[in-house]
């Protein structure tokens, strides 16, 4: 089955420099990868998300890469600003006994200092 | 926000109680999920409804009992649960499943139990 791992689990960054949070999966079957957001008191929201037969993808601030080979993927956020304080969850899908679901990283706590 | 509400918001409850989660979405969505998640923790995927069938039922203990009476309702019936199962519990929904979809979450219910 797959295995997602996230780092770094914290990270704090100054207004408006770049963050990176990075996943690595197991499962070379994965074909699709969605970034979460998790503001508090509220559940996750997808940012963005990435089908595995392109290599980037890119949004406003946010971008995420994917490199098959290495199976690992990174959320970029640029000009981070003060609202982009979070916790940010990467996935990856799963079929098990003939069910799907998705494997979630242990999430980032980013901090974004004014 | 979401399109997708969970009430309560927080409960506390002691082991020997029978409580309910409610969860409904707004969205006219086909399957519904209920997540459990815990401090430092991955994300976990308990139940998952298609159609109002269930669909996937992710090993969860028998104290945890969904319930689907339509696609847009989502309950789950907890009694005489462990103190290990305090948590926040998510509800999300998305247009079908299985398959690549967003997953819209709700602001989830924060269980403590006693």
Redesign the interface.
């Known amino acids: 089955g797959e295995n ?1 791992e996230q780092h770094p ?1 914290t990270l704090s960054v100054q207004e408006g420099d770049s963050a990176v949070i990075k996943c690595t999966y197991s499962d070379s079957a994965s ?2 990868f ?1 970034w ?1 957001k998790q503001e508090l ?6 940012i963005i ?1 990435i ?1 595995s037969n392109v290599g980037e993808k890119k949004d406003q601030r946010i971008a995420v890469t994917l490199n098959k080979t290495a199976k690992h993927f990174s959320l970029h956020i640029t000009e981070t600003q003060p609202e982009d304080s979070a916790v940010y ?1 990467c996935a990856a ?1 799963t079929w098990g006994s003939g ?9 980032t706590r980013l901090k974004v200092l004014a | 926000e979401t399109g997708v509400t969970q009430t309560p918001r927080h409960l506390v409850m002691g082991m020997t109680n029978k409580k309910s989660l409610k969860c409904e979405q707004h969205l006219g969505h086909n399957a519904m999920y209920w997540y459990k998640q815990s401090a430092k923790k991955p994300l976990e995927l308990m139940f998952v409804y298609s159609l109002e069938e269930r669909v996937e039922n992710n090993s969860v203990p028998s104290r945890f009992s969904p319930e689907c009476p339509n696609s847009s309702h989502l309950f789950l019936h907890l009694h005489t649960l462990q103190p290990e199962d305090s948590a926040l519990y998510l509800c999300a929904s998305s247009r079908s499943y299985p398959g690549h979809r967003e997953q819209y979450f709700g602001p989830g219910t924060r269980l403590t139990v006693t």
Do not use: A
């Not at chain 1, 008191?41 to 997808?46: D, M, V």
């Not at chain 1, 069910?99 to 999430?107: A, L, M, N, S």
């Open positions: 997602v689990s074909n699709y969605p979460y008191g509220k559940g996750p929201q997808l998300d089908r969850f899908p069910t799907y679901k998705y494997i979630f990283g242990t999430g």
